[in-house]
């Protein structure tokens, strides 16, 4: 820190008020002030000024440039960011496309395995692993039984705006109870929205979606399940029945049973395994060891709120 | 009048042309179209003061259209992009508002 040098020749420093104070008092540039000061003292030659005045002309070809390709571009950038969105949503749907078809062929293909190993097998085996695999969720199953049936209320403007709590909709939280409720009512099979529930089958909640499975599904919900004929009675009497009625009664969702005939529930998709290996000798299949009742016998990476029977 | 007419020749030649403006710039032409509007009412409100200069006019127009992009790339490589624009689009919108403030007084002495 040097000392403050008064040597005369400079102007004693002044503060300008703040920033923000100036910029709202005096928003003309004081160059122009400057200017104009300057310019009364000694007049410029014609010729500067005449080079000055083009110079600026010019300037002003570039701002009208300038904004009409400002304009353009915003222009321009609009349609751009809605075809992104609807290329997205084209690839997601080809994607969807995608995989219903290759697990429509994973089932024929499940099936053809199914043919040979019962040819291959001895009849009684054969059979015991059918059992097991309809009791796993791993083979298609037919039967009678219950049909539960939940929808989202009937939606009042909330298409304008979008937002906002919108119309009381069933969660995931209540297909799972649901579908607890069934197995424990006696249910051997369960399906939501066409999807079999397996021992480590998930519903879960991402965003508004609800996933089975990782797969999502959407309203109105088909909670189907095979199962003995008294087991609507004892849905009926289950402690989720009566909170669905009673949120349903208050809030306009809807929330049906009914006893459903033959109904036909497909196949779970094979289910990965990760950890666990078969033996090398007689289990034919791994599905053939995995459980032998729906119990919650999970993988335990992924929670399955929806598990066996309690 | 010659002023508006180059302004109006700038546009025709700006829908003419169509030119293709660099994914980089982009960013920047927003800035830079506030930027220049700046200078121009600041230009407008020194004619009906009588104390326009050519000079002036294009020294700040320039300086301020650079200075702005310039703000806003110090910005965009320090992380902080958005929010130096919206000074720089606040300082200028201030200036701007003040200016026409002024014009307005000029030809309405109100």
């Given at each position: 820190?040097?000392?403050?040098?008064?040597?005369?020749?400079?102007?004693?420093r002044v503060y300008a008020p703040d920033f923000l104070t100036e910029l709202f008092r005096n928003p003309l540039e004081p160059g122009y002030v400057a200017a104009a000061e300057r310019k009364r003292r000694n007049p410029p030659p014609a010729w500067r000024t005449r080079s000055a005045r083009s110079v600026s002309?010019?300037?002003?070809?570039?701002?009208?440039?300038l904004l009409a390709v400002a304009y353009r571009q915003t222009m321009e950038e609009e349609p751009g960011r809605s075809q992104a969105r609807s290329g997205l949503v084209e690839q997601i749907k080809e994607r969807e496309r995608q995989t219903d078809e290759l697990s429509a062929r994973a089932d024929q293909l499940r099936e053809e395995v199914g043919r040979?190993?019962?040819?291959?097998?001895?009849?009684?085996?054969a059979a015991r692993l059918r059992d097991l695999e309809a009791g796993t969720g791993m083979g298609r199953v037919r039967g009678d039984g219950v049909v539960v049936r939940l929808a989202d209320a009937p939606g009042d403007a909330d298409a304008v705006t979008g937002t906002g709590?919108?119309?009381?909709?069933?969660?995931?939280?209540d297909l799972q109870g649901v579908a607890n409720a069934l197995w424990s009512a006696g249910a051997e099979a369960v399906a939501i929205n066409g999807q079999r529930l397996t021992a480590t089958s998930t519903i879960r909640s991402a965003g508004k979606a609800i996933l089975v499975d990782f797969r999502p599904v959407t309203g109105p919900y088909e909670v189907a399940a095979i199962g003995p004929g008294s087991m609507k009675r004892r849905f009926e009497q289950s402690r989720i029945a009566a909170l669905m009625r009673?949120?349903?009664?208050?809030?306009?969702?809807?929330?049906?049973?009914?006893?459903?005939?033959?109904?036909?529930?497909?196949?779970?998709?094979?289910?990965?395994?990760?950890?666990?290996?078969?033996?090398?000798?007689?289990s034919p299949s791994p599905s053939g060891d995995r459980s032998a009742s729906?119990?919650?016998s999970g993988s335990g990476t992924?929670?399955?709120?929806?598990g066996g029977g309690r | 009048m010659i002023a508006v007419l180059a302004l109006l020749a700038g546009v025709v030649l700006g829908v003419w042309l169509d030119p293709t403006v660099p994914a980089a710039l982009q960013p920047y032409l927003p800035i830079a179209v506030v930027a220049a509007l700046d200078a121009v009412f600041g230009g407008v409100r020194a004619k009906l003061d009588r104390i326009f200069d050519d000079k002036q006019f294009v020294v700040s127009f320039i300086s301020n259209v650079l200075v702005a992009a310039l703000i806003v790339y110090l910005g965009d490589q320090l992380g902080v992009g958005g929010q130096l624009s919206t000074g720089v689009v606040v300082v200028l919108g201030v200036r701007i508002f003040g200016n026409v403030a002024a014009i307005r007084r000029h030809l309405f002495r109100a």
């Open positions: 820190m040097s000392a403050e040098r008064g040597d005369g020749g400079r102007p004693a002309l010019v300037v002003l070809v570039l701002l009208g440039f040979q190993r019962d040819a291959a097998l001895s009849g009684s085996t709590a919108g119309p009381p909709q069933v969660l995931y939280t009673e949120v349903a009664d208050k809030t306009g969702l809807s929330f049906g049973v009914r006893e459903a005939d033959d109904l036909t529930l497909p196949a779970a998709p094979e289910p990965r395994l990760r950890y666990a290996e078969p033996p090398g000798s007689p729906p119990g919650p992924s929670p399955s709120p929806s | -």
